[in-house]
């Protein structure tokens, strides 16, 4: 039977000064995602889709090592910008 993984990001380091679509990945991201990986059983994946947002490609770019999969960019998972009323402007 397929199953379908659905990974929004890793954890980002949040930086008011940008964009949020611009935030990069936390340095343990590797690490946190290695241990999910194990922890789920993430085995049998064919690609990996990700959308063009940094986050998103690095953490793509991540999983794709940790599984030795291609990596397929689609606009279409692009996000909608959200606000984060938690940050000071």
Not at 16 to 29: D, F, G, H, N, V
Request: charged letters at 25%.
């Amino acid at each position: 039977m397929a199953k379908l993984y659905i990974i929004r990001h890793a954890e980002t380091e949040i930086n008011p000064a940008i964009s949020s679509t611009e935030w990069k990945l936390k340095p343990a991201a590797q690490n946190s995602l290695l241990k999910m990986s194990k922890e789920i059983g993430l085995r049998g994946v064919d690609c990996i889709f990700h959308s063009p947002l940094r986050k998103a490609k690095a953490t793509a770019a991540i999983l794709g090592e940790i599984c030795s999969v291609s990596l397929i960019v689609r606009q279409c998972l692009k996000g909608v910008e959200r606000h984060f009323d938690f940050i000071e402007q």
